[in-house]
């Protein structure tokens, strides 16, 4: 059975930071570019982040680039998402993803004071 | 960055009518994917490069459209399709969704 698992969300200040982490079992990890993806409350969905299948290139969207950093370990099945100089904005539920086949269910941040 | 419009924003169906939401993206892109999401869940893949089904869809939903212009389809509505549902390009960076649809049944 596939699965992707969340952690690391939770409460945090403005400014603060805080780093998710996606435990991915089931399929083969390195095969797949990885993605984190938000939704605020009672919003759409939204592109984060992704990463090559090694980790050797990554893409971010433009309000997060400079503060938040996507990584992986292949080794362990594992995606980061390392988010620095949290904001307000950047609260929401962040989904770990294949984008095209696996999702996991979430995790929610929270950025407030 | 490509913009992708969704339409409608909500919708209201009766079982058995027939549905179509459409997204227009501000350039060309090569394939368009859609999800399915129910409250409180974590969106699914529903259709894949345009017109693919994702494992388990049922044969109802269809996909179809070319450069800037997509839509999915329900032939025959049924409650189960209640959901919101956002399409998606990824053929370029940054990777962006459609604003959603809010589909529910009548």
């Known amino acids: 059975e596939v699965q992707l698992v969340e952690s690391g969300g939770g409460l945090v200040q403005p400014g603060r930071s805080l780093k998710l982490s996606c435990a991915a079992s089931?399929?083969?990890?390195?095969?797949?570019?990885m993605a984190w993806v938000r939704q605020a409350p009672t919003k759409g969905l939204e592109w984060v982040a992704s990463?090559?299948?090694?980790?050797?290139?990554?893409y971010y969207r433009d309000s997060v680039k400079g503060r938040f950093t996507i990584s992986r370990d292949n080794a362990k099945s594992s995606l980061y998402l390392q988010m620095d100089s949290l904001r307000s904005e950047d609260t929401a539920t962040y989904y770990c993803?294949?984008?095209?086949?696996?999702w996991g269910q979430g995790t929610l941040v929270t950025v407030s004071s | 960055e490509i913009v992708l419009t969704q339409s409608p924003t909500t919708m209201a169906a009766s079982p058995g009518e027939k549905v179509t939401i459409t997204c227009r993206a501000s350039?060309?892109?090569?394939?368009m994917h859609w999800f399915q999401q129910k409250s409180g869940t974590s969106p699914k893949p529903w259709i894949y490069?345009?017109?693919k089904l994702a494992s388990g869809v049922p044969d109802r939903f269809s996909g179809s459209g070319s450069g800037t212009s997509y839509s999915l389809t329900i032939s025959s509505m049924e409650a189960e399709d209640a959901a919101t549902y956002y399409c998606?390009?990824?053929?370029?960076?940054?990777?962006?969704f459609g604003s959603g649809t809010k589909l529910e049944i009548k």
């Open positions: 990463i090559s299948y090694d980790g050797g290139s990554t």
């Open positions: 350039s060309s892109v090569s394939y």
């Open positions: 490069d345009t017109s």
């Open positions: 998606l390009q990824r053929s370029s960076y940054p990777f962006t």
């Open positions: 089931g399929f083969t990890f390195s095969d797949y570019y």
């Open positions: 993803t294949t984008v095209s086949a696996y």
